[in-house]
């Protein structure tokens, strides 16, 4: 242990030196509340090594912080006491490119004696991971990222707010090459920044609403996957700014059009081979794929509340918009809250499935977390896939919808965390400090825009992510 130890400073001692050689002058620590904003402490590169070993402290009250910086409580967190220390991961340590000077890396947290902090997110994500490792499995996650780029007002916007202006930066149709010929530079400059930060983009185009565009990146460990759509937020926000833009990842930028998701993609392996590949199997999925997918499924309405925490997020949430309202699943169904994705015959590894539902107001860590406890429990309780749904559900009749089995999924926040705070298998897999601290940002949120129209909603939360 003791030379593991020195090891370690010895290691973060050649980083520190590294960066320092590269003209990083600080490095930035990062992890996700539970309302899904990213939060920093910043140490200049020299101490990194201290960082490392000792930690960096912090309060555990961030665990009950809401989107707009109130505080609340649960039962085992809130209030002025308590510390606990970050420490970054420094195998995940990147130069920014698009920050001078500026290196990032995540954190994990833990209390002064050492201990994991039981309302770590990133650590629930990792220990899922492990637990679908002891069972054979191995997950390989990535994320489709969205936002909106509008011009930065050059002074004190005119307006906030409902009635603040929107000035988009381009004109052209959605998904058109004109917006990729309007924002070029820019979107050259994104797609350069993540790949000399060692993002590996699939895809990068416009999307549907005004000004919005769209990130794929590759897949890989759920940790991992993670930390990458934090980098990629960030290093968007930075490179927006550097253009004299802003970039908007909420929900709902403007109530009323199609809204910002950032699904999910998921593909399972057992000793190296997919097992979406199986042949003669249903839709080409291994028992244990179906079985998975099926718990994913039948959690959805309580997933809802990690991947969808905002009140924004449910007026993104509309029928026959794409983001997969009703509680089903369909092969290359977009309109299906879990889509599988067959890929290419000829590639072992184009079978994958996407949960449609989730936006950029979650926590990502949170999110791979509760997706890989449902799934994981869907095999524990040999959970069957019912038929795939083809076409929009949101056209068919009550009675029709009905008769297929297909039911709305929580159309409010409130509705999802009632939804949350029954579920076992999650209780379960989170642990009660982390679960409540979660329920107890959920209903603060839902009581602080209790009385808000959604206008105001789209208009308070728009800056937020």
């Known amino acids: 242990m003791g030379s593991r130890a020195a090891e370690q400073r010895q290691e973060a001692r050649q980083l520190a030196a590294r960066l320092s050689a590269e003209g990083v002058r600080n490095v930035a620590l990062t992890w996700v509340d539970n309302a899904g904003i990213a939060r920093v402490k910043t140490v200049p590169a020299e101490r990194l090594a201290a960082a490392a ?37 420094l195998e995940r340590v990147t130069t920014l490119a698009a920050q001078p000077g500026w290196a990032w890396a995540p954190a994990d947290r833990y209390d002064q004696l050492g201990l994991p902090h039981p309302a770590c997110q990133r650590q629930f994500a990792r220990r899922m991971t492990e637990r679908a490792a002891a069972a054979g499995l191995e997950l390989r ?102 253009h004299g833009l802003r970039a908007s990842f909420a929900p709902s930028v403007v109530a009323g059009q199609v809204g910002n998701g950032c699904h999910l993609h998921l593909s399972l392996y057992r000793d190296g081979t997919s097992l979406h590949r199986t042949t003669d199997a249903p839709w080409g999925l291994a028992p244990d794929a179906s079985a998975f997918l099926g718990g994913i499924l039948g959690a959805l309405p309580a997933l809802l509340a990690i991947g969808c925490p905002s009140p924004a997020s449910y007026l993104r949430l509309q029928p026959s918009h794409w983001a997969g309202v009703y509680q089903c699943w369909g092969v290359e169904n977009r309109e299906a809250a879990l889509r599988l994705i067959t890929g290419a015959p000829d590639d072992p590894d184009g079978g994958h499935a996407e949960v449609k539902t989730f936006d950029a107001a979650a926590n990502p860590y949170l999110a791979v977390g509760a997706v890989i406890a449902a799934g994981l429990h869907g095999i524990e309780s040999a959970t069957r896939l019912p038929e795939p749904q083809t076409g929009d559900p949101g056209v068919l009749g009550v009675r029709e919808r009905a008769r297929r089995g297909i039911v709305r999924l929580p159309a409010t926040l409130t509705e999802a965390a009632d939804r949350l705070e029954k579920s076992a298998p999650l209780y379960e897999a989170m642990g009660e400090v982390l679960h409540g601290a979660v329920l107890a940002v959920r209903r603060a949120e839902e009581a602080h825009f209790a009385e808000s129209d959604d206008d105001a909603i789209a208009a308070a939360t728009r800056w937020r992510w």
């Open 141 to 242: 996650m990535g994320f489709e990222t969205e936002w909106v780029v509008t011009r930065a007002p050059a002074g004190p916007a005119a307006a906030t707010g409902a009635d603040e202006p929107l000035d988009y930066p381009c004109t052209g149709p959605a998904y058109g090459m004109t917006r990729v010929v309007e924002l070029s530079d820019y979107l050259r400059d994104v797609a350069e920044a993540l790949s000399v930060q060692g993002i590996d983009v699939l895809q990068l185009h416009p999307e549907y609403a005004p000004g919005q565009f769209e990130v794929t990146t590759a897949p890989g460990d759920p940790v991992r996957a993670a930390d990458d759509v934090v980098l990629v937020r960030e290093t968007i926000r930075a490179i927006s700014l550097r």
């Open 53 to 89: 070993e000792r930690g960096v402290g912090m309060s555990p009250v961030f665990d009950v912080f809401t989107s707009d910086d109130a505080i609340t409580a649960s039962d085992h967190l809130g209030g002025p006491d308590g510390d606990l220390r970050l420490f970054p991961d």
